[in-house]
């Protein structure tokens, strides 16, 4: 069921504006999840984090690396989390 919420809410995103635009505050996991469910998607921290892990793992080493090093204050930190939010981003985001 989280599966399903966690999809949901990452195809809101791509094709809601406002509702990427509130992502760029997020700094956490913990931030992500919790905006999530301020605009109606509920799952928990443990699923997303699962979610963001599971994706992290099938990245090659220097893709990993380069989204470690992007700091959480940055406006596109949140979208590096996963496969989705990623392909948002322009190129030299």
């Known amino acids: 069921m989280a ?5 949901q809410f990452l195809k809101a995103v791509v094709h809601d504006h406002a509702l ?3 992502l760029k505050t997020c700094m956490t996991q913990a931030e992500i999840t919790a905006y ?5 998607f509920d ?3 443990e699923d997303w984090c699962r979610a963001v892990d599971s994706d ?3 990245l090659s080493i220097s893709d990993q690396e380069a989204i470690k090093a992007v700091d959480p ?3 596109s930190w949140a979208f590096r989390q996963i496969a989705p939010l990623r ?3 322009m190129p030299g985001a």
């Open 43 to 45: 799952f928990s921290l």
């Open 20 to 22: 990427a635009t509130g």
């Open 36 to 40: 999530a469910a301020s605009q109606g």
């Open 3 to 7: 599966d399903s919420v966690i999809q």
């Open 73 to 75: 204050a940055h406006w």
């Open 87 to 89: 392909a948002m981003l």
């Open 56 to 58: 992290f793992a099938c």
